[in-house]
């Protein structure tokens, strides 16, 4: 009996595959222990991964990161400030209204030329999404793990139309053997490098 | 009354609305948490990417131009914020087994505690929490970060390469070996052989 | 005299024993760079049944940016120039008993042995790839096609 490719099968967990395909493989699943074991597998490795990062995550104190992000964005308000503008206004208007209105005029003026300058700075200079998330990265060679993989010896074809991968060595790189389904029942190997 | 949309929490927050901002912190911090600790293995180095990753989200809120979905844009910057650490942290330290053992000693030691939990069984969690980690620490980062972001966020293989910015033929293989090489090193725990029954 | 029929005897031990040599098998390589934006897709790269299905159909341009047919044998490599400054070679292995072709195919930098040598059994019918390479902006897919029996390579 032919078992499901072990690309196919990720797919298949994955909910990736087509439903046409879906379904002939649940079909064999159905009456493959070998591939059904397989999947079972998958899914035990899934629940392991859930597990451990749900434990992970319900030791964290996020009130406490929350205010380490507030302190590191200045969201709260500085306190006083705005009473003491209010203040020192109302003080001035009643005795003085010059002492309001001259500094209010120019830093009317000011503000109108910050803006201007914001305005334009921003123009030039607005990042996009792409720029703020690359900036973490450090722009440098990575070490490349050598890893080599072996694909196993495959079962004689039942067609004579169909390739195989017999072995694969991907250096200083990792990879992965596609199996794409075909017509007529054959089907081609796609070596995938992954130029991490 | 449905939660409010993150595209309108995004456009309150840049008006300077504290609640806003907050409402997207608690609602992606845990699953923000969970990916970081999945690639850097370490829940301090976690806690400090995922601060590092709001703050930044914070500061450039401005520039989120709504071409992909929030999540998609902190997800990037969280894996960015992630890989960049472990890079900086292989300097400093060889990334040898001493350090990726004690690592994993100390977050698989902080499991959650039940008073009625049989202490058997939280033995027998802790080695396979334990497995696991030294497990995924053996992988490449980009490969451990990609079974991290499909296992536990559940993304698409689509969501995948567009956050990681790769093919999606890319994003397969990185899930199908990182996916083979943890049944392989975890043989005896996932065929049955040593698991934690309720 | 002795020594001319020592020499002799040497020349046909050597030469007598090589097999007549057997014809070279035609192959063609195509070298697509594939990019998951919106564009073009080359012709020829539509009648692919494979291009069309996973890993590849997250692709949404394809061009074809070189054919190159080659003549494979047992001897040497046919060495193929990609467009990432590496060279892929191809040898033919074995000719197989059912009609297929047993090839090595590997791909390196000049005058480096960072190579990716892979062993693929090929049938004569649709094309295999490598791909994953980064170039341009996008992916190179390589498809290898191996001549059926009639000598030509096939669709």
Same mark, same amino acid.
């Given at each position: 009996?032919?078992?499901?490719?072990?690309?196919?099968?990720?797919?298949?967990?994955?909910?990736?595959?087509?439903?046409?395909?879906?379904?002939?493989?649940?079909?064999?699943?159905?009456?493959?222990?070998?591939?059904?074991?397989?999947?079972?597998?998958?899914?035990?490795?899934?629940?392991?991964?859930?597990?451990?990062?749900?434990?992970?995550?319900?030791?964290?104190?996020?009130?406490?990161?929350?205010?380490?992000?507030?302190?590191?964005?200045?969201?709260?308000?500085?306190?006083?400030?705005?009473?003491?503008?209010?203040?020192?206004?109302?003080?001035?208007?009643?005795?003085?209204?010059?002492?309001?209105?001259?500094?209010?005029?120019?830093?009317?003026?000011?503000?109108?030329?910050?803006?201007?300058?914001?305005?334009?700075?921003?123009?030039?200079?607005?990042?996009?999404?792409?720029?703020?998330?690359?900036?973490?990265?450090?722009?440098?060679?990575?070490?490349?793990?050598?890893?080599?993989?072996?694909?196993?010896?495959?079962?004689?074809?039942?067609?004579?139309?169909?390739?195989?991968?017999?072995?694969?060595?991907?250096?200083?790189?990792?990879?992965?053997?596609?199996?794409?389904?075909?017509?007529?029942?054959?089907?081609?190997?796609?070596?995938?490098?992954?130029?991490? | 009354?449905?939660?409010?949309?993150?595209?309108?929490?995004?456009?309150?927050?840049?008006?300077?609305?504290?609640?806003?901002?907050?409402?997207?912190?608690?609602?992606?911090?845990?699953?923000?948490?969970?990916?970081?600790?999945?690639?850097?293995?370490?829940?301090?180095?976690?806690?400090?990417?995922?601060?590092?990753?709001?703050?930044?989200?914070?500061?450039?809120?401005?520039?989120?131009?709504?071409?992909?979905?929030?999540?998609?844009?902190?997800? @990037?910057? &969280?894996?960015? *914020? $992630?890989?960049?650490?472990?890079?900086?942290?292989? /300097? #400093?330290?060889?990334?040898?087994?001493?350090?990726?053992?004690?690592?994993?000693?100390?977050?698989?030691?902080?499991?959650?505690?039940?008073?009625?939990?049989?202490?058997?069984?939280?033995?027998?969690?802790?080695?396979?929490?334990?497995?696991?980690?030294?497990?995924?620490?053996?992988?490449?980062?980009?490969?451990?970060?990609?079974?991290?972001? @499909?296992? &536990?966020?559940? *993304? $698409?293989?689509?969501?995948?390469?567009?956050?990681? /910015? #790769?093919?999606?033929?890319?994003?397969?293989?990185?899930?199908?070996?990182?996916?083979?090489?943890?049944?392989?090193?975890?043989?005896?725990?996932?065929?049955?052989?040593?698991?934690?029954?309720? | 005299?002795?020594?001319?029929?020592?020499?002799?005897?040497?020349?046909?031990?050597?030469?007598?024993?090589?097999?007549?040599?057997?014809?070279?098998?035609?192959?063609?390589?195509?070298?697509?760079?594939?990019?998951?934006?919106?564009?073009?897709?080359?012709?020829?790269?539509?009648?692919?049944?494979?291009?069309?299905?996973?890993?590849?159909?997250?692709?949404?341009?394809?061009?074809?940016?070189?054919?190159?047919?080659?003549?494979?044998?047992?001897?040497?490599?046919?060495?193929?120039?990609?467009?990432?400054?590496?060279?892929?070679?191809?040898?033919?292995?074995?000719?197989?008993?059912?009609?297929?072709?047993?090839?090595?195919?590997?791909?390196?930098?000049?005058?480096?042995?960072?190579?990716?040598?892979?062993?693929?059994?090929?049938?004569?019918?649709?094309?295999?790839?490598?791909?994953?390479?980064?170039?341009?902006?996008?992916?190179?897919?390589?498809?290898?096609?191996?001549?059926?029996?009639?000598?030509?390579?096939?669709?």
């Amino acid at each position: 009996m032919e078992h499901v490719q072990e690309d196919a099968l990720n797919m298949h967990f994955d909910g990736e595959l087509a439903p046409t395909e879906a379904a002939s493989v649940e079909r064999h699943l159905a009456s493959c222990g070998e591939c059904s074991k397989r999947l079972t597998s998958m899914q035990r490795l899934r629940e392991m991964i859930l597990m451990s990062s749900e434990q992970v995550a319900s030791e964290v104190d996020f009130d406490a990161m929350f205010g380490r992000v507030e302190q590191g964005t200045k969201i709260a308000p500085v306190p006083g400030l705005i009473d003491r503008i209010g203040l020192w206004v109302t003080e001035s208007l009643q005795h003085n209204p010059m002492r309001v209105w001259a500094p209010a005029g120019g830093l009317a003026l000011a503000a109108a030329a910050a803006l201007a300058f914001v305005l334009r700075s921003s123009g030039a200079g607005t990042e996009g999404e792409d720029e703020v998330a690359r900036r973490g990265v450090i722009a440098e060679e990575r070490e490349i793990k050598r890893e080599k993989m072996m694909v196993a010896e495959n079962d004689p074809p039942s067609e004579s139309n169909a390739s195989e991968v017999v072995q694969v060595d991907f250096g200083s790189n990792t990879g992965t053997v596609f199996e794409i389904a075909l017509a007529d029942g054959a089907s081609t190997p796609v070596v995938w490098i992954n130029e991490d | 009354m449905a939660p409010d949309a993150d595209v309108e929490l995004v456009a309150r927050a840049r008006a300077g609305d504290r609640a806003a901002f907050r409402t997207l912190f608690d609602r992606y911090n845990r699953r923000a948490y969970g990916v970081a600790f999945g690639v850097v293995k370490n829940q301090q180095d976690a806690a400090d990417v995922v601060q590092e990753a709001f703050i930044k989200v914070h500061r450039h809120l401005d520039g989120f131009q709504g071409n992909s979905s929030f999540y998609t844009w902190l997800y @990037r910057i &969280v894996m960015n *914020l $992630s890989i960049d650490h472990l890079r900086r942290k292989k /300097k #400093v330290t060889e990334f040898d087994e001493t350090v990726r053992k004690d690592d994993a000693l100390a977050d698989g030691a902080t499991l959650p505690q039940s008073a009625h939990e049989n202490p058997a069984k939280a033995i027998a969690r802790k080695e396979l929490t334990d497995q696991l980690h030294a497990a995924l620490a053996e992988l490449p980062e980009y490969h451990r970060a990609v079974i991290v972001l @499909r296992e &536990v966020e559940g *993304l $698409s293989y689509e969501e995948m390469a567009k956050i990681l /910015k #790769v093919p999606k033929g890319t994003i397969m293989s990185r899930l199908f070996h990182a996916r083979r090489k943890m049944q392989e090193r975890l043989v005896g725990y996932l065929d049955g052989d040593l698991k934690v029954t309720e | 005299m002795l020594s001319r029929i020592a020499a002799l005897a040497f020349f046909i031990a050597t030469f007598g024993a090589l097999p007549a040599s057997a014809e070279d098998v035609k192959g063609e390589v195509l070298v697509v760079l594939a990019k998951e934006a919106e564009g073009p897709v080359d012709a020829k790269l539509k009648s692919i049944d494979a291009l069309q299905k996973p890993p590849f159909n997250s692709f949404k341009t394809m061009e074809l940016l070189a054919t190159h047919d080659v003549a494979l044998s047992e001897d040497a490599p046919a060495t193929v120039q990609l467009p990432n400054g590496r060279s892929l070679q191809i040898k033919l292995v074995e000719r197989m008993a059912d009609g297929r072709h047993k090839v090595s195919v590997s791909i390196n930098r000049p005058d480096k042995q960072d190579y990716l040598p892979l062993l693929t059994v090929i049938a004569s019918g649709e094309p295999f790839f490598v791909a994953g390479q980064k170039h341009a902006g996008g992916t190179l897919v390589i498809g290898v096609k191996i001549a059926s029996k009639s000598g030509k390579p096939s669709k």
